[in-house]
């Protein structure tokens, strides 16, 4: 995948549509080769192609959403990586950069991680790490488990922190999800007032979804980059949440 192709990825899953002639216009070529490189990345799962523009695919595949901005994922986990303690026990919730954080744990041997992801599980199959996966309704499209039985399990576990990957942030809503279920996992985890994180790319802030991550409640942790727009980094710092911006060079 070139850097245009990224480019594109990128513009196309923070707005959501975007015409061709637009995309023409920011990647500097022409409409023919933007129209060239959307079947590309249609067939690779990227996004939709409707006429005259591109759409974001609204998918829960976990290997397809750990492609988009993969190098900023990257920094965001190998960070998240570093508030991790030898002998901790972590929740690790589900997600592409929650993903590429269990990768980084996963050659430390003194270290538990529990999740209620299949696929962070699989990942970690052959690895030094202990690793923990809740029981519940099994949603084959996220690869996660969900429900009552999750629930039940998250209340009679115990871990030193959470790392929760979110869907949206808005000013006035706070953090939002996509989907009601999983939305109810993460309000379990919340509710044991252990130390929660939420780890996400900038591009999450500023979109809204139907339903409201743990209202009344905050996280302990913000964990994202430095594209991060000042305004939300203002209204941001007036709650009582710590912010930590992971710089990224703009090659990135």
């Known amino acids: ?71 900023v994922k990257k920094k965001l986990a190998e960070f998240a990586a570093t508030l991790v303690n030898e002998g901790e026990a972590v929740f690790i919730e589900g997600g592409s950069t929650n993903a590429l954080l269990a990768r980084e744990l996963a050659g430390r041997n003194n270290i538990t991680i529990i999740t209620v992801s299949h696929y962070i599980a ?7 790490c202990e690793v923990i996966i809740l029981g519940g309704l099994y949603q084959k499209s996220s690869e996660s488990v969900v429900g009552p039985l999750t ?45 929660t994180i ?10 809204l979804h139907p339903y409201s991550l743990a209202p009344g409640n905050t ?9 991060l727009a000042v305004h939300y980094r203002e209204r941001l710092a007036e709650q009582p949440t710590r912010l930590d911006i992971v710089e990224i060079p703009e090659s990135d």
Request: proline share 1%; net charge negative.
């Open 1 to 71: 995948m070139n850097s245009r192709h990224q480019h594109i990825i990128q513009l196309v899953n923070e707005r959501g549509h975007v015409s061709v002639s637009e995309l023409a216009q920011v990647t500097g070529v022409s409409e023919v080769t933007v129209r060239q490189d959307l079947n590309v990345l249609e067939r690779e799962h990227f996004l939709r192609r409707v006429h005259g523009s591109a759409v974001a695919l609204e998918s829960d595949d976990v290997s397809a959403r750990m492609r988009t901005r993969y190098p």
């Open 122 to 128: 699989h990942l970690l199959r052959d690895t030094d």
């Open 151 to 195: 629930r039940y399990c998250i209340q009679h576990l115990n871990f030193h922190k959470a790392f929760i990957g979110v869907d949206g942030w808005h000013p006035d809503a706070g953090f939002t999800g996509r989907d009601m279920l999983r939305c109810d996992v993460v309000d379990a985890v919340i509710a044991k007032n252990t130390h």
């Open 198 to 207: 939420a780890l996400t790319d900038s591009s999450k802030f500023g979109q």
């Open 219 to 227: 996280f302990n942790q913000i964990v994202t980059d430095s594209g």
